[in-house]
Nanobody, 127 residues
Framework: VLQLVESGGGSVQAGGSLRLSCVASGYIVYKRFCFGWFRQAPGKEREGVAAIAPRDGTTYYSDSVKGRFTISQDTAKATLYLEMNSLTPDDAAMYYC???????????????????WGQGTQVTVSS
């Protein structure tokens, strides 16, 4: 069973940066999963932020974060990262790491297709 644990959230001022981490554990083959970062702010729907297909490292981003956020991974450490720069108050949310087992297909930012979720880490951005 895959388990995901996020960390790295916190409070920053607008324009600041944070790096989120997500450690995957369990009896898994890391490269057989597509991983993604999602976020949900109070009163809003969950939004896909970024995803990465471990087999070839292809990355996907929402338009709202493209150019500011970078998803990456360290397969040796089974750890997923989200580097967030130029943060704005609109980026404030609970951020979740998610995964889905796949051989080749990565559902990118479609959250309904991910079936493993972490508990989330809070990001607060003050103006």
């Amino acid at each position: 069973v895959l388990q995901l644990v996020e960390s790295g959230g916190g409070s920053v001022q607008a324009g600041g940066s944070l790096r989120l981490s997500c450690v995957a554990s369990g009896y898994i083959v890391y490269k057989r999963f597509c991983f993604g970062w999602f976020r949900q702010a109070p009163g809003k729907e969950r939004e896909g932020v970024a995803a990465i297909a471990p087999r070839d490292g292809t990355t996907y981003y929402s338009d709202s974060v493209k150019g500011r956020f970078t998803i990456s991974q360290d397969t040796a450490k089974a750890t997923l990262y989200l580097e967030m720069n130029s943060l704005t108050p609109d980026d404030a949310a609970m951020y979740y790491c998610a995964a889905v087992r796949t051989i080749a297909y990565c559902p990118q930012l479609r959250d309904s297709e991910y079936n493993y979720w972490g508990q989330g880490t809070q990001v607060t951005v003050s103006s």
